[in-house]
Structure formats: C-alpha cells, structure tokens
C-alpha cells in the first residue's frame, strides 16, 4: 500500500514561484512512476509532470519550461518546483504513483495511476 500526502500549495502573485512537496510511504517497487496532477473548478483533472525511479520525465506543454518535477529518494518526497505562475495554473494539485513504468503521454494519464493523495490549492491572483 502507498500513502501520498501533499503539501506547499498557497495562494501567490502572477509571476511567483512554489514548491509542492508529496511524501510517500509503502515500497518503492509500487511507486515506480509518480506524478503531479491538477483539476480546476469545472474542468478535468489534468497530468503536469510525471517522473519515472529510472529519471524520466514529462511534461505538459503548458507548463514546460516553468515547472520541474523532482524527488530526493533519502526523504521518500516528489517536488514540484513551480515558477512564473499564471492565473491559469490555479487548481488542486494531486500527487500520484503507480506500480508500472510510464513514459511519454502515458505518463500523464490519470487512469494510469493507482495510488492518490488528497491534493493541495495552488491560488494563482494578479
């Protein structure tokens, strides 16, 4: 079994930066791949960056260039470094793992991924 907990989401200026931060407990094996994900009022829950135990990355190409997905695997703990914030990135923030390797689109398809935190609000205001 894998618990994820997130935390950091905040309410920020246009422009600012954040660091969502997702501890995870159970064996690693089951988290092989992790991700960030977001859903905002209305609308669908949507994959922002993915991280493979191997290295391997995706991103959403709304947020490429902006955002950086990492982890320190002495802490148990994905990050999500988010900077040059836009109102449009105001949502729940979700951290999710799953058992499987996935790569590409793949990784940032909700259904993909079996274990599920219960998110954090990221507030994006001018």
């Known amino acids: 079994q894998v618990e994820l907990v997130e935390s950091g989401g905040d309410s920020v200026q246009t422009g600012g930066s954040l660091r969502l931060s997702c501890a995870a407990s159970?064996?690693?094996?089951?988290?092989?791949?992790m991700g960030w994900f977001r859903q905002a009022p209305g609308k669908e829950r949507e994959g922002v960056a993915a991280?493979?135990?191997?290295?391997?990355?995706t991103y959403a190409d709304s947020v490429k260039g902006r955002f950086t997905i990492s982890q320190d695997n002495s802490k148990n703990t994905l990050y999500l470094q988010m900077n040059s914030l836009k109102s449009e990135d105001t949502a729940m923030y979700y951290c999710?793992?799953?058992?499987?390797?996935?790569?590409?689109?793949?990784?940032?398809?909700?259904?993909?991924?079996?274990?599920w935190g219960q998110g954090t609000q990221v507030t994006v205001s001018s």
């Open positions: 999710a793992a799953d058992p499987k390797i996935l790569l590409g689109g793949w990784a940032l398809v909700s259904r993909d991924y079996k274990y």
């Open positions: 159970g064996n690693t094996y089951s988290r092989r791949s």
């Open positions: 991280l493979t135990s191997a290295g391997s990355t």
